[in-house]
Structures are given as C-alpha cells and as structure tokens.
C-alpha cells in the first residue's frame, strides 16, 4: 500500500456520460498530481492542486476539471466521455515538490464504451 | 520544456543475461531530479529511485543499478542477472522547480517493455 488511495479501481461508463475519479493522498502530503496514461499517448500530465489551489496545468481537455478539498483529497471529473477517453487515471502525491519525491496510488482504469 | 527519451520501446533477453535500459534527458535547469518507475502487468507504478542534479555517484540496490551521466544528459539503469519478474514496462521521469509554490511534475519517458524470459 503506497498510502495514495484512488477509487474505484476500475470503471465502465457510456459515451456522453460523467464520472469522477477519487484520489486520497499520502498522510502530510500537499500536492495531488493527476495522470493520464493510454496506449497511444503514454503517461501524461493533467493537473496539478496544492493545498486546495491548482498550481499546473498539463494536457488536460476542457472536459475534464478537477478539485482538490479542504482535507486534500482530490477529485478528477470527466465530462462528456468519448471513446478515447478509455485509460489508466493515476494520481500522485507529494510533501511539497517533487525534491521528495511522488507516490503514486495504484490507479484507476476508465472504460468507455 | 522538459523532455525524456527512451528510445529503446522493447527489449527482450533470456533470464540472467544482464539488461541496460537508456534514459536520454532535456532540462535548461540546473537543480533537477531524475526518477525511474516500473510498472508490473497489474498496472500500479513503483518506484525505483530518485536522484537530484548534484549527485552524480553511480549507485547499487542489489540486482540494479544507475548510472548517472550530466555530461550526456542521461541516466541509465542497468539489470543485472535478469529474472523473469523483472518483466515489465519502465519509465524514466524528470521532475525540475519549473513551479513555484509548493509543487513540480513528472514528465515521462514513454517508456520501455522488458521481456524477461526462460
């Protein structure tokens, strides 16, 4: 256990729907960073909160938005989902930056059919 | 911008020959740390080992070991006497103080699969 909880684990929806990726971080940790890994684009960045405030954005859609609450748990909401939307969502959490380094829940695999 | 290179996208060896896997960087900054991760069939990514800017000591953790490079940007992992559960992908990551406040990415590597077998 890595101490980043992501739920659920994994998740089939329709095309057109809306669903939420939960993501807990490690005890003490601030930053919450968000990931998105498919086939054919490998393991991109989304977006990154620290302590409730966004503080980086990658390449994440206008579909998607994401929050981070005042206990630090983290959500990645996904709207309007296409077929290409179909990938593994990691979220990853850090003390501060990454000069400690990033753990990194065992993720979410999102289906889209 | 940030930018990692593994140009290798599929290795494949016999169990016990020793493997070297090849991470290629980019970064105009100075202070920066490189990472590499496995990620098993089951998906999670685990992480290997983190080394910052400054120290370029070459280092061992039983079968593995890294060899750090600034003079050519790279940080390559070597397996030593691979095992069929080293079968997996491999990523090598930069991270760098591009971001004020409390927070820098990860950029990845694609990434490369290692085939371990008998």
């Known amino acids: 256990d890595s101490g980043v909880t992501q739920t659920p684990k994994h998740l089939i929806t329709a095309t057109g729907q809306r669903v939420t990726l939960r993501c807990s971080p490690r005890?003490?940790?601030?930053?919450v960073y968000w990931y998105q890994q498919s086939l054919d684009q490998g393991l991109q960045f989304l977006i990154q909160?620290?302590?409730?405030?966004?503080?980086a954005k990658g390449n994440i859609l206008e579909r998607f938005s994401a929050q981070q609450f005042p206990d630090l748990h983290s959500e990645l909401n996904l709207s309007s989902l296409e077929l290409g939307d179909s990938a593994l969502y990691f979220c990853?959490?850090?003390?501060?930056?990454?000069?400690?380094?990033?753990?990194f829940g065992s993720g979410t695999r999102l289906t889209v059919v | 911008a940030q930018k990692v290179t593994q140009a290798q996208t599929e290795i494949s060896v016999v169990e016990k020959e020793d493997v070297t896997l090849d991470c290629v960087y980019e970064t105009r900054d100075t202070t920066y740390y490189l990472f590499w991760y496995k990620q098993p069939p089951s998906g999670e990514l685990v992480f290997l080992i983190r080394r910052n800017s400054f120290d370029e000591q070459n280092e061992i953790s039983g079968r593995y070991s890294w060899n750090f490079q600034k003079s050519t940007s790279s940080f390559n992992f070597t397996i030593t006497a691979s095992q069929v559960v080293d079968s997996a992908v491999y990523f090598c990551a930069l991270s760098t103080t591009t971001f004020t406040g409390g927070g820098n990415k990860l950029t990845f590597g694609t990434g490369t699969q290692l085939k371990v077998e008998l």
């Open positions: 990853a959490s850090s003390v501060v930056g990454g000069d400690y380094g990033y753990t």
């Open positions: 909160y620290y302590n409730g405030e966004e503080r």
């Open positions: 005890s003490g940790d601030l930053s």
